[in-house]
T-cell receptor, first 116, second 109 residues
Framework: GAVVSQHPSRVICKSGTSVKIECRSL??????MFWYRQFPKQSLMLMAT?????????EQGVEKDKFLINHASLTLSTLTVTSAHPEDSSFYIC????????????FGEGSRLTVL | RKEVEQDPGPFNVPEGATVAFNCTYS??????FFWYRQDCRKEPKLLMS???SGNEDGRFTAQLNRASQYISLLIRDSKLSDSATYLC??????????FGRGTSLIVHP
C-alpha cells in the first residue's frame, strides 16, 4: 500500500482561486518532503523542500508567496497554490525520502490541477 | 550543463528486443543512483537502485560508471508492459535527489 498519500488526485478550479494539496506520510515520520511539478512530456521539476517546523526552501524561480508550503507536523505537508492561473495547471507530486540522504523516495500519487 | 541528462527518446522497439538507456551526471561527488519508472499521468515508482558493482533484477540490469559519470539501464526481452518513461535519479549528497527528464520507451508488437 501507499506510504505517502496525496490528495486530491484531481482538482479543477477557476482562475483566481486557491487550491490546497495535502501530502501525508503513513506509518512513518517525514521531517522533509519534496514538492515537484511536472508539465506534459517534461521532467519532474523540484519546486521546494518542505521542512517540518521550519520554513520551506524554494528553488530558484518558484514564487514562495504563490506556492505556500506548510509542514506543521511530521506526517503532513501541504502545498497551496494561491490565486491560481491557467499556466499553473500541472501535475504536482510530493515525495519523502526513505532515509535522509539516501536519494530513494516514496512518492504521493500526484495531484492533477486544471485551472480554467 | 544540466546536472542529470537523459536522451528523451522515444525509443521504439519490438517485443523481445534488448534496449539500453544511459544517464550522465555532472556532480562527481554523487553518492546514490536510482532508476524510476513513470507511467503516463502516474507518480514515479522505483525500478531499481544502482550499485557500484552493477546489479540485476530479472530482465533489468543497472550499471554505474563513476569514471565517465554515467549510469545505464539494460532491458532484455522487452515486453509491451515495459512501455513507460524511465527516470534517472542522482543524489549528489545534498539530500535532494535530482531527476533526469526521462527516457520514453515504446515497445510494440
Amino acid at each position: 500500500g501507499a506510504v505517502v498519500s496525496q490528495h486530491p488526485s484531481r482538482v479543477i478550479c477557476k482562475s483566481g482561486t486557491s487550491v490546497k494539496i495535502e501530502c501525508r506520510s503513513l506509518d512513518f515520520q517525514a521531517t522533509t518532503m519534496f514538492w515537484y511539478r511536472q508539465f506534459p512530456k517534461q521532467s519532474l521539476m523540484l519546486m521546494a523542500t518542505s521542512n517540518e517546523g521550519s520554513k520551506a526552501t524554494y528553488e530558484q524561480g518558484v514564487e514562495k508567496d504563490k506556492f505556500l508550503i506548510n509542514h506543521a507536523s511530521l506526517t503532513l505537508s501541504t502545498l497551496t497554490v494561491t490565486s491560481a492561473h491557467p499556466e499553473d495547471s500541472s501535475f504536482y507530486i510530493c515525495s519523502a525520502p526513505v532515509m535522509r540522504g539516501s536519494g530513494e523516495l516514496f512518492f504521493g500519487e500526484g495531484s492533477r490541477l486544471t485551472v480554467l | 550543463r544540466k546536472e542529470v541528462e537523459q536522451d528523451p527518446g522515444p525509443f521504439n522497439v519490438p517485443e523481445g528486443a534488448t534496449v539500453a538507456f544511459n544517464c550522465t551526471y555532472s556532480n562527481s561527488a554523487s553518492q546514490s543512483f536510482f532508476w524510476y519508472r513513470q507511467d503516463c499521468r502516474k507518480e514515479p515508482k522505483l525500478l531499481m537502485s544502482v550499485y557500484s558493482s552493477g546489479n540485476e533484477d530479472g530482465r533489468f540490469t543497472a550499471q554505474l560508471n563513476r569514471a565517465s559519470q554515467y549510469i545505464s539501464l539494460l532491458i532484455r526481452d522487452s515486453k509491451l508492459s515495459d512501455s513507460a518513461t524511465y527516470l534517472c535519479v542522482v543524489n549528489g549528497g545534498s539530500y535532494i535527489p535530482t531527476f533526469g527528464r526521462g527516457t520514453s520507451l515504446i515497445v510494440h508488437p
